[in-house]
């Protein structure tokens, strides 16, 4: 049953009238009151009637911002005033009054903010918070638990009722990474806040995945945390460059912490670019027009201020939210800094590398210099990691201005509308074609269609049987399957296995299955007890084939898995049925919960199957039309990841589901 006020202030000892005071955010209480039917409020559930409060609010559609920081004020930089301006602009055309706005310095939860949320008038509250990671999740946790519709800015929530605008942080930052690697630096230092925000964080998770990505272990890498001041990053890089070997360039979270950096290296008599590359992150207005002018990554405050206030906007108007997640991407500007010529680098990804062989495509078409309509056939969107791959396609897509359209089609796990969407993307005459090749055969008449009419294919991680395409991309899914099968087989020595595969029919499982089989029949030891193909990747359907398995079998030395997922379900079973010790999983895919055995274990290894093959498809997609000759196989390489480098993956705060792009919680 549902708590009321009643029950709070029963337990609080106090009136209902203080109750109702405190709750709403009148004068009549003392300080100390209040924190105890705050306190009492959150331990008993209490949930304010929202079904009431939307119903007045919707007569004036008010909105609130909500910010909590730390700083002395608000806003206290240009990245806060542009998201407060676009805010406010958005609301303002869309006919709104600006937001009712509170401010509290505080890196603990204050329940004196929660009475913006009970304010008559107050639809939906846009929540901003500049505070270190940790103190950022408490405060979404009590937000969380107001049961309020919020849009939160460059936070993530799983709660229904609240939304989420973002920018793609952490691809800002391997952007910026890779751009230096592809430079031929190797010794790259990252200098960083020492009290950062999340966004901070994902800035230097980028950083660490491009360094892993080119094969760069944590000791290879170079991070110092300062003050994000311009004095901190000056003192910071002064630090780096008395080093033997000094780095020869230099990663920043802040274009201020680059300034820092920058005058560094000219008190140390060395030339930017010639003798330290430089790249900071904003792309602040004075970055273009210091000497080197800065390369610097540019977050779109003002578009993701905007974005918040349309997804409240849409809250007010229709009692639900537009989208429950927005995410807009960050762009690399490359400048004189981190060039010694000033020209842009190329924008090619370093983390595969391309064999060029006469084995290309024998579809040749002229080059072209943009507005590029791509069709994707896309088999489904229902589990994390597609959903992750899906959104980073379209990212891409926004980032690169030759790609005038994608045109996205969605067969929602039903082979023939898969291959009527391919059709229909023929006849819509597409420049080049993505497909998801996931219904196997099947798609043969339809892709050998699309090479009739002269359209490229891009194969999305495996391929049907046919060569009629223009190439694949993604890593060897042989080699993926025979690299899992190998390391388990190294950890169990001898014993019986059990091994859960992807939905059948999918080349990619079949691919899987073949490198499995490979490294098995060199290990005789090594006993197959049973196999069995799992609808949809679920870890809920393994779990259950494993829980008839523990019946079947009397010994399950270990398990091996064409998912982690899969191969976690399998875990949880035997820990049910108090058969989990000795238990060895062979894993793929990086989903937050494999990780986590990983980490917590200290075993075994997964392989990483990168989120970013559709937009990896994309890049592809556009080298073909701008006449550039690629391979059969655009192969993205074996990426494994093991207790040596799990934490450059790992992140404890987000659920088991969540794959390795912050985009997806």
Same mark, same amino acid.
């Given at each position: 049953m549902p708590v009321g006020i009643r029950e709070v202030a029963r337990e609080a000892g106090v009136s209902l009238q203080t109750v109702s005071n405190v709750l709403n955010g009148r004068p009549g209480a003392s300080d100390q009151t209040r924190r105890r039917v705050w306190e009492v409020a959150r331990r008993l559930g209490y949930r304010r009637n929202l079904n009431a409060a939307n119903l007045r609010s919707a007569r004036t559609g008010g909105i609130g911002l909500l910010v909590a920081t730390a700083d002395a004020t608000f806003p206290a930089d240009a990245h806060q005033a542009h998201l407060l301006a676009g805010l406010t602009e958005q609301l303002l055309d869309d006919g709104l009054n600006p937001p009712a706005i509170q401010v509290h310095r505080h890196e603990y939860v204050d329940e004196s903010a929660f009475?913006?949320?009970?304010?008559?008038?107050?639809?939906?509250?846009?929540?901003?918070?500049?505070? #270190?990671?940790?103190?950022?999740?408490?405060?979404?946790?009590?937000?969380?638990?107001?049961?309020?519709?919020?849009?939160?800015?460059?936070?993530?929530?799983?709660?229904?009722?609240?939304?989420?605008? &973002?920018?793609?942080?952490?691809?800002?930052?391997?952007?910026?990474?890779?751009?230096?690697?592809?430079?031929?630096?190797?010794?790259?230092?990252?200098?960083?806040?020492?009290?950062?925000?999340?966004?901070?964080?994902? /800035?230097?998770?980028?950083?660490?995945?491009?360094?892993a990505l080119w094969g760069f272990g944590t000791p290879d890498r170079i991070i110092v945390e300062t003050e994000n001041t311009i004095a901190g990053g000056y003192e910071a890089t002064s630090a780096l460059l008395k080093e033997a070997p000094r780095p020869t360039a230099v990663v920043?979270?802040?274009?201020?912490?680059?300034?820092?950096?920058?005058? +560094?290296?000219?008190?140390?008599?060395?030339?930017?670019?010639e003798d330290l590359a430089v790249v900071g992150f904003e792309d602040m207005e004075f970055a273009a027009h210091i000497d080197p002018p800065l390369s610097s990554v540019r977050v779109p405050d003002r578009a993701l201020g905007a974005a918040a206030a349309r997804l409240a906007v849409s809250y007010v108007r229709d009692g639900t939210f537009a989208q429950q997640r927005i995410v807009l991407p960050t762009s690399l500007h490359?400048? +004189?800094?981190?060039?010694?010529?000033?020209? *842009?680098?190329?924008?090619?990804?370093?983390?595969?590398?391309?064999?060029?062989? #006469?084995?290309?495509?024998? %579809? /040749?078409?002229? +080059?072209?210099?943009?507005?590029?309509?791509?069709?994707?056939?896309?088999?489904?969107?229902?589990?994390?990691?597609r959903t992750s791959m899906y959104e980073q396609l379209q990212l891409e897509a926004q980032r690169?201005?030759?790609?005038?359209?994608?045109?996205?089609?969605?067969?929602?796990?039903?082979?023939?509308?898969?291959?009527?969407d391919i059709v229909s993307l023929v006849n819509e005459r597409v420049d080049a074609l993505i497909v998801d090749p996931a219904a196997g055969p099947r798609l043969v008449p339809a892709v050998e269609e699309a090479w009739t009419a002269g359209i490229p294919v891009v194969m999305l991680d495996s391929a049907v049987p046919t060569d009629h395409y223009a190439t694949k991309v993604g890593p060897d899914e042989v080699l993926v399957g025979k690299v899992?099968?190998?390391?388990?087989?190294?950890?169990?020595?001898?014993? *019986?296995?059990?091994?859960?595969?992807?939905?059948?029919?999918?080349?990619?499982?079949?691919? /899987?299955?073949?490198?499995? +089989?490979?490294?098995?029949?060199?290990?005789?030891?090594?006993?197959? &007890?049973?196999?069995?193909?799992?609808?949809?990747?679920?870890?809920?359907q393994a779990k259950e084939i494993m829980r008839d398995w523990l019946l079947m079998f009397p010994s399950i030395d270990g398990v091996l898995a064409h998912d982690g997922l899969m191969a976690i379900g399998a875990l949880e079973a035997a820990q049910?049925?108090?058969?989990?010790?000795?238990?060895? %999983?062979?894993?793929?895919?990086?989903? *937050?919960?494999?990780?986590?055995?990983?980490?917590?274990?200290?075993?075994?290894?997964?392989?990483l199957i990168p989120t970013w093959i559709g937009a990896e498809c994309v890049r592809v997609a556009r080298r073909i039309l701008q006449g550039e000759e690629v391979p059969k196989c655009w192969d993205m390489g074996i990426i494994t990841i093991s207790r040596d480098n799990v934490f450059d993956w790992y992140d404890p705060a987000k659920p088991g589901e969540s794959f390795e792009s912050l985009l997806h919680e």
């Open positions: 009475p913006l949320f009970h304010h008559d008038g107050i639809a939906v509250v846009i929540v901003a918070l500049f505070l #270190p990671k940790a103190a950022g999740r408490r405060w979404i946790d009590a937000i969380e638990e107001m049961g309020y519709p919020c849009v939160l800015i460059e936070q993530l929530s799983t709660a229904k009722n609240v939304a989420s605008v &973002l920018t793609d942080q952490q691809q800002g930052a391997l952007e910026a990474t890779q751009h230096l690697l592809r430079q031929g630096h190797r010794r790259i230092a990252l200098v960083t806040a020492r009290h950062g925000t999340g966004e901070i964080d994902e /800035r230097r998770l980028g950083y660490n995945r491009a360094m920043t979270v802040s274009d201020l912490l680059a300034l820092g950096s920058i005058e +560094a290296a000219r008190t140390a008599a060395l030339r930017v670019p490359v400048r +004189a800094s981190s060039v010694a010529d000033g020209r *842009n680098a190329e924008r090619t990804p370093g983390f595969y590398q391309v064999s060029r062989h #006469p084995e290309t495509s024998a %579809l /040749r078409r002229a +080059a072209q210099n943009g507005a590029f309509r791509i069709g994707v056939a896309l088999a489904s969107i229902d589990n994390p990691w690169d201005q030759t790609i005038a359209e994608l045109v996205i089609r969605d067969a929602q796990a039903n082979a023939e509308q898969q291959v009527r899992a099968a190998e390391d388990l087989i190294q950890r169990i020595g001898h014993g *019986n296995i059990v091994i859960f595969e992807g939905p059948a029919g999918w080349p990619v499982v079949d691919d /899987r299955s073949r490198g499995m +089989a490979m490294a098995l029949r060199s290990h005789r030891d090594v006993t197959v &007890l049973a196999r069995a193909p799992v609808p949809r990747w679920s870890r809920e049910e049925a108090g058969r989990a010790d000795g238990l060895r %999983l062979g894993l793929i895919g990086t989903y *937050n919960r494999a990780l986590k055995h990983i980490a917590e274990t200290g075993e075994g290894i997964t392989v």
